[in-house]
């Protein structure tokens, strides 16, 4: 089985080396790494050359966004199964595309979804963000497994489509709403911790971007018709905080 990871990436020159290494230094050999840079300004793609040869393909020219990026590499992508690892992320372990293979070729599913560690930029852990305990049910109510968890069937992104570029911060929410809702797709929950994430990004830090993805998570539902709560939604933190509690 056949395993693309794909890395986007734009002026992540301080990120991108370790990120390339962890994919490098995965015990599974048969993976396809492609990287796919929005003609950065910083040293990224001296970064690139450096560790050429352990990319398999790269492309690097101006793109309309995050979510434009990930449906070139997605083009670009032959493997079975496709995930992406964020260009300031790294992989949880040396074993973890070693464990996601082996779970796909053991279960006939479309997806995977797993747990990811997040981090400080020194080392220290904040939290495992684990989908134990999700559902695609819980989507309706704001919540969706942890992205860089999910490893998708290639063949879902002809089938289904690929990410929406109407949306700011929340594709992919829209994404894993028309894949595993309206899609219905077949999955399976791993057990996998697959990505070691640094916290901040895009849809994770202050009240404008909680609201702005608040915005988002509804209109991608609305898109795919799917019936929901506008105030469940907007009071999401309080079902994460009473989650947090009975833990």
């Known amino acids: 089985m056949k395993i ?5 990436c734009y002026n992540s020159a301080a990120t991108l080396e370790k990120t390339i290494l962890s994919v490098a230094g995965q015990s599974y050999k048969n993976i396809e790494y492609i990287v796919v840079d929005g003609n950065s300004k910083d040293t990224t793609k001296d970064i ?3 560790h050429e040869d352990k990319i398999t393909k790269w492309i690097s020219e101006p ?8 449906n070139k590499g997605i083009a670009l992508a032959t493997g079975d199964v496709v995930g992406i690892l964020n260009s300031d992320d790294t992989f949880y372990s040396s074993t973890v595309i070693e464990e996601i293979a082996a779970f796909h070729i053991k279960n006939t599913i479309d997806a995977s979804v797993g747990n990811i560690m997040q981090h400080k930029e020194d080392g220290t852990t904040v939290r495992i963000y684990s989908s134990k305990y999700w559902s695609p049910e819980r ?3 704001g919540f969706m497994p942890p992205h860089p968890s999910i490893f998708f ?3 879902l992104f002809k089938e289904l489509g690929f990410y929406k570029l109407d949306f700011i911060i929340g594709a992919d929410y829209e994404l894993i709403t028309r894949f595993f809702l ?3 797709i077949s999955w399976k929950y791993s057990g996998i911790t697959t990505t070691a994430m640094l916290v901040g990004g895009l849809s994770s830090s202050g009240r404008s971007s ?4 608040t915005k988002e998570i509804q209109k991608a539902l609305h898109m795919n018709d799917i019936d929901f709560s506008g105030l469940k939604i907007r009071m999401r933190f309080v079902w994460k905080t009473i989650g947090f509690l009975k833990k």
């Open 4 to 8: 693309t990871i794909i890395t986007v």
């Open 63 to 70: 793109d309309k966004g995050l979510y434009d990026a990930m």
């Open 139 to 141: 989507l309706k109510i």
């Open 153 to 155: 069937k290639r063949r």
């Open 210 to 213: 909680y609201n702005l993805i």
């Open 182 to 184: 309206k899609g219905k």
């Open 48 to 50: 690139i050359l450096n």
